[in-house]
């Protein structure tokens, strides 16, 4: 899976946004902002990425217990896949 | 073909109905600039020939073609006849904008000179965002030449709040722009202006005013005010300044001006009935934080 193509984050005052722009913007109604590890977490998907390697990816980074890091990857996956940002 | 100044941008424009343009665009009349920033036209004819060009994204019945250097067109298509109701033809940079309309109007509820109103309020809207300006989706006031302007979807109450500041306040407070005011910065202040895209009443005044605050409306029982976090001040701009589909570069512009919009200025959520005590709960709130002065 990866970022479909039409979102970008946008760093607005002290916030991490996830917009859409162009023909994604449509009927889009909902808003993402990202904390740190979320904006982590969209860095990596901007290429091809499984569960697994962002699961790896966010343990090398964040000092973070293996099913707390599994919960959150599962949890912000959810989260993309309903703003159909995900592909 | 008028000469207007609109929010400072210089504009040549040609409607069809000449009684919409004495009633709306009248009051921006200036003829003293020979250069204009941007020109607009608008013609209907019986039919819209499918302009040649390659196909750049379709929503929905909207599709966006890219003509030959540097031009383009957005065209709709009639859902039910499949027939082009309106093309709009522009170059790059928002600057020469063509609408044509279909003089036959389908079934859509909607007049051609209401039409004319949306389309050429689009181009100005493209325009003056290219320029690094929005137009804000809300009822603009001037409290003792002080902007304010009440935003929400349309039929929670914006217009009928800013009427109730009109009563409540008298000659204090003008109403600048019932539906589309435009803001722009200047060295990094922004201003917002009255502009003939007034939505449903005329009221509209050509004048310019430094923005103070951006309220957002809720309808409630009670009475009560809360400023907004970066977070939500951000995703209430975003619901209610138009970041065109068809321009990726406009959605970023659109972005730019928020972010400027939410770093300038404080921004609220007033939760409200019809009452004189809404236009109170607002006012103290602005007053007592100095957003605005008297």
């Known amino acids: 899976?990866?970022?479909?193509?039409?979102?970008?984050?946008?760093?607005?005052?002290?916030?991490?946004?996830?917009?859409?722009?162009?023909f994604k913007n449509v009927g889009f109604h909902t808003m993402i902002s990202l904390n740190n590890s979320g904006a982590f977490l969209w860095?990596?998907?901007?290429?091809?990425?499984t569960e697994d390697d962002l699961l790896s990816a966010i343990l090398e980074e964040y000092d973070i217990d293996e099913t707390i890091a599994l919960e959150d990857v599962r949890v912000f996956i959810t989260k993309l896949k309903k703003a159909e940002a995900l592909e | 073909m008028g000469k207007v100044t609109i929010a400072d941008l210089n504009i040549?424009?040609?409607?069809?109905?000449?009684?919409?343009?004495?009633?709306?665009?009248?009051?921006?009349?200036?003829?003293?600039?020979?250069?204009?920033?941007?020109?607009?036209?608008?013609?209907?004819?019986?039919?819209?020939?499918?302009?040649?060009?390659?196909?750049?994204?379709?929503v929905k019945d909207t599709i966006i073609l890219r003509l030959e250097k540097d031009r383009y067109c957005r065209y709709l298509v009639d859902s039910q006849s499949r027939?082009?109701?309106?093309?709009?033809?522009?170059?790059?940079?928002?600057?020469?904008?063509?609408?044509?309309?279909?003089?036959?109007?389908?079934?859509?509820?909607?007049?051609?000179?209401?039409?004319?109103?949306?389309?050429?309020?689009?181009?100005?809207?493209?325009?003056?965002?290219?320029?690094?300006?929005?137009?804000?989706?809300?009822?603009?006031i001037a409290y003792e030449?002080?902007?304010?302007?009440?935003?929400?979807?349309?039929?929670?109450?914006?217009?009928?709040?800013?009427?109730?500041?009109?009563k409540y306040f008298g000659n204090k407070v003008a109403i600048l722009n019932d539906d589309k005011p435009a803001i722009r910065f200047y060295q990094g202040v922004p201003y917002v202006f009255g502009t003939p895209w007034s939505g449903k009443s005329d009221l509209n005044e050509n004048k310019k005013v430094q923005l103070k605050s951006i309220v957002f409306i809720r309808r409630a029982d009670?009475?009560?005010?809360?400023?907004?976090?970066?977070?939500?001040?951000?995703?209430n701009l975003m619901s209610q300044i138009?970041?065109?589909?068809?321009?990726?570069?406009?959605?970023?512009?659109?972005?730019?001006?928020?972010?400027?919009?939410?770093?300038?200025?404080p921004i609220?959520?007033?939760?409200?009935?019809?009452?004189?005590?809404?236009?109170?709960?607002?006012?103290?709130?602005?007053?007592?934080?100095?957003?605005?002065s008297k």
């Open chain 2, 222 to 235: 009670t009475n009560r005010i809360e400023k907004l976090s970066a977070r939500n001040s951000i995703f």
């Open chain 1, 1 to 22: 899976m990866k970022i479909v193509q039409g979102f970008i984050v946008r760093k607005i005052v002290d916030q991490s946004i996830v917009v859409p722009v162009g």
């Open chain 2, 268 to 292: 609220y959520q007033l939760y409200c009935n019809v009452s004189h005590e809404a236009v109170e709960t607002a006012w103290k709130q602005l007053r007592t934080e100095g957003v605005i």
């Open chain 2, 83 to 140: 027939e082009i109701i309106q093309a709009t033809f522009y170059n790059d940079t928002y600057s020469e904008v063509e609408i044509k309309l279909l003089n036959r109007v389908p079934e859509t509820g909607l007049y051609l000179t209401e039409y004319e109103y949306m389309y050429t309020g689009f181009a100005f809207s493209d325009f003056l965002c290219l320029s690094g300006g929005a137009v804000l989706h809300g009822s603009l």
């Open chain 2, 145 to 166: 030449n002080q902007g304010i302007v009440f935003s929400a979807n349309s039929g929670i109450g914006k217009s009928t709040h800013a009427g109730l500041w009109k």
């Open chain 1, 43 to 49: 860095q990596q998907l901007q290429t091809e990425k």
């Open chain 2, 242 to 265: 138009s970041r065109p589909f068809y321009d990726e570069n406009l959605g970023l512009k659109t972005m730019d001006t928020i972010d400027r919009l939410v770093q300038s200025i």
């Open chain 2, 12 to 58: 040549e424009i040609d409607l069809m109905n000449h009684q919409f343009y004495y009633d709306r665009f009248q009051k921006y009349g200036n003829n003293g600039f020979e250069k204009n920033d941007l020109k607009i036209s608008v013609s209907s004819c019986g039919k819209i020939l499918i302009p040649e060009g390659g196909i750049i994204g379709q």
